[in-house]
C-alpha cells in the first residue's frame, strides 16, 4: 500500500515528491540546491535535461512504496507516458533542506 507524501519523514524529500506529484516544476527546483546533481541506473545525467524528459513534459508521477534512512531513501511506483510504470529506487543527499544529489534506478 502507498505511503501518502504527507506520511513521508524527511520534509525535504516530501517536497521533492509533492512537486513530482503536482507537476509543478518551479517547486521542485526550489527543493534543489544550486549545482544539484543526479544519476539514472548508476549513470550520472544532466539534470535539467533529465526532469523536463522524464518527469515534467511525461507527466511523471510517484507512488511511494516504502522508505528507509530517515526518509532518504524510498521504492516508488513512477510513472510516466513515456515508460508506464515501474518499481524504482530512490536515495536522497539532503543539505539545509534541499536536495543536492539524488540517485534512481530500477527497483
Known amino acids: 500500500m502507498a505511503l501518502s507524501p504527507n506520511q513521508?519523514?524527511?520534509?525535504?524529500?516530501?517536497?521533492?515528491v509533492d512537486a513530482i506529484n503536482a507537476g509543478d516544476r518551479g517547486a521542485f527546483v526550489a527543493v534543489l540546491a544550486p549545482g544539484a546533481t543526479m544519476s539514472?541506473?548508476?549513470?550520472d545525467r544532466d539534470l535539467e535535461a533529465w526532469i523536463d524528459k522524464e518527469i515534467f513534459d511525461?507527466?511523471?508521477?510517484?507512488d511511494v512504496q516504502s522508505?528507509?534512512?530517515g526518509g532518504q531513501a524510498l521504492v516508488a511506483d513512477?510513472?510516466?507516458?513515456t515508460?508506464?510504470?515501474?518499481r524504482t529506487r530512490w536515495r536522497f543527499l539532503v543539505e539545509n533542506g534541499r536536495v543536492t544529489r539524488f540517485e534512481t534506478g530500477q527497483a
Open 67 to 69: 522508505e528507509s534512512d
Open 78 to 81: 513512477f510513472t510516466n507516458i
Open 40 to 43: 539514472d541506473d548508476g549513470t
Open 83 to 86: 515508460w508506464g510504470t515501474m
Open 8 to 16: 513521508l519523514s524527511d520534509p525535504t524529500v516530501r517536497s521533492f
Open 58 to 62: 511525461a507527466g511523471g508521477r510517484m
